[in-house]
């Protein structure tokens, strides 16, 4: 009966399956999605039980670490794999390199490296056929360990990968401080836990990679879509059931007759512009200049033909300016120009493009809306320092300082808002209106004060120049005067009607005196209101 095998049916039958042959190696071709050549493919290893029937990684890949039996199973795979090469340069064919999986148990307690530099050099075949796949997680904390595997796997000139890429919490760090050559970007990883965000996440990654010149294989590939998806991002390597399953040695044989073949290459370089790559390493200087130093920042690239922007990274920072407790992840997962009004986009959009030209710091305000989970959603206004940084293929890479000055701008809104409700207020009640600070005795007229009486914006040493001019004629000059002392004094209000300018006019002059909590006068609201003749 074909089943799952339980955990002590496998360890039980272990050994003899080795030596039984029951287990075999499938190939999975990674393909260039645009030239339709191979550039390599990736060892699987399957089980046939001659009970139980074949029996998947998934199953038992956990019980022969747990177990302690994944490093024989490893080095049987790897010497198949020499093998399977040997046989392809044998009979002539040009073999593409083989990737295989090396689990992080394989490394406590072995001599990892120096038992397959050992399989290989008895089976005689170049190292450049062979690649090694590190997970991810293995990496996690980059210990010492695994970086010093991974130095003399270099050391024998073996390609390393970074298998599973970004379905770790910590990949970017990671990424810097292991030196791999290859990335594999999972799609299923990337598209289940970022609320269909997923494409962002993953054109944010591949760029990322593209800045440390690592080329990347996109593996779990399924669909037509996420294969131009890919190579919309410049990612051309693809490993899925789109082109193949895992094939079993001698089908792979045949394909590999048929098919062009062509190496990895790295995705196109940073040409120009400061050492990018190195934000990505937690200990680098410039991530922790990032990260301490310089405020509220992000980075960010942006490709002038299309006006396409991403956010690449953000510090704490600026999670803190924006405020709304908005996580990094969310702020990744967002197109920036979401949040943007059309008007504002543009303008942003032409301070980058004179950033990129001058090579300059330039300054941008925007408002931008602001969506939160937990807070709803919000506007804020920014303003931006941005700066270019250098281009990776069509993206220039911009970096940007930020600043929120809603509060400022709010706070600056009102006064314009209170001043315009206050002007048209006094336009249509055909009264004259000012404000008299009590203590350094400016007088700050409204809109028609200024139009028909010729004041400026702000009148000082009130009320001598009125006097002067004639508006308030001289013979209530003493009057008025002692007016102003005791607002100074703390009189709550004064009127009368006082004959104004030259023409004395009559109008209702009135002031009303604002208090601070101290009770000591500050303001002083003054009006004029012209006496209607009533017969
Ligand atoms: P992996 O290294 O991430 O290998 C890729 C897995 O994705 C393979 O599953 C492959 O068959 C599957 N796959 C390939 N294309 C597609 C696709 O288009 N869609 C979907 N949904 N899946 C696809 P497999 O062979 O079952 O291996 C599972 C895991 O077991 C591997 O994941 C690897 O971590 C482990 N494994 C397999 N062989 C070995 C080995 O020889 N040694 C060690 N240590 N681990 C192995
Ligand atoms: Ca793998
Ligand atoms: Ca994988």
């Known amino acids: 009966m074909y089943r799952v095998m339980t955990e002590a049916e496998m360890v039980e039958a272990f050994d003899t399956a080795i030596s039984d042959d029951q287990f075999y190696v499938c190939y999975q071709p990674q393909m260039n999605h645009i030239s339709g050549s191979i550039v390599g493919a990736e060892a699987l290893l399957r089980w046939k039980h001659p009970e139980f029937g074949v029996q998947f990684p998934s199953d038992f890949i956990p019980v022969l670490e747990k177990n302690d039996l994944i490093y024989k199973a490893d080095q049987f795979v790897f010497e198949k794999v020499c093998l399977f090469i040997k046989t392809c340069l044998d009979k002539g064919l040009t073999p593409v390199p083989v990737s295989v999986n090396m689990s992080r148990y394989d490394i406590v307690g072995h001599d990892y490296v120096e038992d397959i530099e050992k399989t290989r050099k008895r089976i005689g075949i170049p190292v450049k056929y062979l690649r090694i796949e590190i997970t991810e997680s293995s990496a996690i904390g980059g210990s010492d360990l695994v970086s010093s595997v991974l130095d003399r796997l270099h050391t024998y000139g073996y390609i390393v990968e970074m298998d599973d890429f970004g379905s770790g919490y910590s990949s970017l760090n990671i990424l810097k401080k292991l030196d791999v050559d290859v990335i594999k970007l999972d799609m299923s990883f990337l598209s289940e836990n970022t609320g269909g965000r997923g494409g962002v996440i993953i054109s944010s990654m591949v760029r990322m990679t593209k800045w440390l010149n690592t080329p990347v294989i996109a593996e779990g590939v399924e669909t037509i879509e996420q294969a131009d998806y890919m190579q919309s991002l410049g990612c051309n390597y693809i490993q899925g059931y789109l082109y193949s399953k895992p094939l079993p040695e001698n089908e792979y044989l045949q394909l590999l007759e048929r098919l062009e073949t062509e190496p990895i290459k790295p995705a196109s370089k940073l040409v120009k512009g400061m050492g990018v790559g190195r934000f990505w390493d937690p200990d680098s200087f410039e991530t922790l200049v990032f990260n301490d130093f310089v405020g509220a920042a992000a980075i960010f690239s942006y490709e002038e033909d299309t006006g396409k922007a991403e956010l690449l990274r953000v510090n704490k920072k600026y999670l803190e300016e924006i405020g709304m407790n908005v996580s990094e992840q969310e702020i990744l997962a967002t197109d920036p120009w979401e949040s943007f009004s059309e008007t504002d986009r543009k303008s942003f959009e032409a301070t980058i493009k004179k950033a990129i ?48 000055i809603t509060g400022e701008k709010r706070a600056y809104q009102e006064i314009v808002d209170s001043e315009r409700r206050f002007r048209a207020a006094s336009e249509q009640a055909n009264v004259y209106a000012w404000e008299y600070v009590i203590d350094t005795k400016e007088m700050h007229p409204c809109f028609r004060c200024m139009r028909d009486l010729g004041l400026p914006v ?78």
Request: proline letters at 5%; glycine letters at 8%; hydrophobic letters at 35%.
């Open 357 to 404: 030209e001058s090579g300059e710091e330039e300054t941008s305000e925007h408002w931008r809306l602001i969506r939160s989970k937990c807070c709803g959603d919000d506007n804020i206004c920014i303003r931006a320092h941005v700066r270019f940084l250098g281009r990776a293929g069509r993206q220039d890479i911009i970096y940007s300082r930020i600043r929120n």
């Open 458 to 535: 702000v009148v000082r040493n009130y009320p001598e120049p009125a006097i002067e001019m004639g508006i308030f004629p001289q013979d209530y000059a003493d009057m008025y005067r002692d007016w102003h002392r005791q607002l100074a004094e703390g009189v709550h209000s004064l009127e009368a009607v006082i004959p104004l300018t030259v023409g004395r006019v009559p109008f209702i002059v009135r002031y009303t005196n604002e208090f601070d909590e101290n009770g000591k006068p500050v303001k002083a609201y003054g009006s004029a209101t012209l006496v209607v003749d009533n017969k």
